[in-house]
Each structure stands twice: as C-alpha cells, then as structure tokens.
Antibody, heavy 119, light 107 residues
Framework: EEQLVDSGGGLVQPGGSLRLSCAASGFTFTNYAMTWVRQTPGKGLEWVSAISGGGDNTYYADSVKGRFTISRDNSKNTLFVQMNSLRAEDTAIYYC????????????WGQGTLVTVSS | AIRMTQSPSSFSASTGDRVTITCRASQGISNYLAWYQQKPGKAPKLLIYGASTLQSGVPSTFSGSGSGTDFTLTISWLQSEDFATYYCQQYYSYPLTFGGGTKVEIK
C-alpha cells in the first residue's frame, strides 16, 4: 500500500531555516514525480514545488523561488524541501504528495507537517 | 500563472440534494483538471482527474464535466459523508494552481 509520511515541521523564527522530509513506501519511488503543497490553517491549498522522478527537473511557486529547494534521495525513497529565509506567511501545513504518472495531479498525499514561523 | 476560480465559496445543502460546483480557468486548460475533497484535519483526497474520470473507489454519485475554461463537479445525491471542502486544480502547466475551495455545509 502506498504511503507517504511527512516530518520535520516545527516552530522557527522569521529568517530561519527548516528541512522537511517525506518517507515514501509501497511504490517504486523513482518512477514518480513528487510535490509539496501547503495549506494555511483554515485556508486553501497552495502548490509549492515539484521534482521529477530522476530529480533532474524542479519547479517552484514564485512565492518560494530562491528560498526553498526541493530534492530527493531515490536510494532512500525520501523527498525533501529545504526552506530558508522563512517568513510569517510561510506558516502552513506542508503536505508531501505523489504526482500521477502522465499527469501532474496528486493521487496520494502525506498526512502533513505543520510549520510555524513566528518570533 | 493560470488562475482557478471556484464558485460558490460555500453553501448549505441537505442530504439527498443534487449539488454543482463550478471552476473556471483564466485560460484554456483542455481537460487537465482534477477535483479533490478535503475533510477537516485530513489531507485532500483525489476524486476526479482529466476533468471527468472518476478515481478508483470514488462513488459514482460524483461526476465531473467541462473542457477549456469551464468545469463542473456534480454530486448527484448528497450523502452525509460528502459534507466537506472541494478544490479544483489545473495541471495544464506549471505553476500548478488550485481553486480557492468550495465548502459544502449541512443545511
């Protein structure tokens, strides 16, 4: 059974850094593009970043470009996002998710990890 | 970026009602549209992709239609477990974008 387990969230001060991880199991990780989607508590969904199966192509929302870096370790079936220069508006639940092969929509989601940026 | 606009943002309905949610793209996206359902405290769940293809395991009371810029999600017979927030998402081009969501509440 496909499973995604997000971790790494927490409280960080403005300007600080945090790295989120997502452990994947139950499918051939390298065959799938992966993505991060965030949701401000009580608000809607915002796409953050995506990475191809091999890791050679990456995509970012303008709101995080230059501050966030998505990466993956296919030997460990793990997805990452390094978040630097964090701002209050980055406060959200961050979901790791799998993109369907042949179409960039999400077919599996992690449980989410909460990132709070506050002094 | 392609902007996705959902309407209404919320509404109340009763069990057994037929409900329709609309999603409009700011430019043509062919049929590269997905719908998700989200319940409080949970991750979203894929309902429909390709504008009209039902994800495996999703009840046939859900259906999707549309192409180009205008899309609809219809629930033909609202059941208690369908009270949730629904989001559309275009995957025609990056950046991927979601609609603002439609919350379906119990009347």
């Amino acid at each position: 059974e496909e499973q995604l387990v997000d971790s790494g969230g927490g409280l960080v001060q403005p300007g600080g850094s945090l790295r989120l991880s997502c452990a994947a199991s139950g499918f051939t990780f390298t065959n799938y593009a992966m993505t991060w989607v965030r949701q401000t508590p009580g608000k809607g969904l915002e796409w953050v970043s995506a990475i191809s199966g091999g890791g050679d192509n990456t995509y970012y929302a303008d709101s995080v470009k230059g501050r966030f870096t998505i990466s993956r370790d296919n030997s460990k079936n793990t997805l990452f996002v390094q978040m630097n220069s964090l701002r209050a508006e980055d406060t959200a639940i961050y979901y790791c998710a799998r993109l369907k092969r042949g179409g960039d929509y999400v077919d599996y989601w992690g449980q989410g990890t909460l990132v709070t940026v506050s002094s | 970026a392609i902007r996705m606009t959902q309407s209404p943002s919320s509404f109340s309905a009763s069990t057994g009602d037929r409900v329709t949610i609309t999603c409009r793209a700011s430019q043509g996206i062919s049929n590269y549209l997905a719908w998700y359902q989200q319940k409080p405290g949970k991750a979203p769940k894929l309902l429909i992709y390709g504008a009209s293809t039902l994800q495996s395991g999703v009840p046939s009371t859900f259906s999707g239609s549309g192409s180009g810029t205008d899309f609809t999600l219809t629930i033909s017979w609202l059941q208690s477990e369908d009270f949730a927030t629904y989001y559309c998402q275009q995957y025609y081009s990056y950046p991927l974008t979601f609609g603002g969501g439609t919350k379906v509440e119990i009347k």
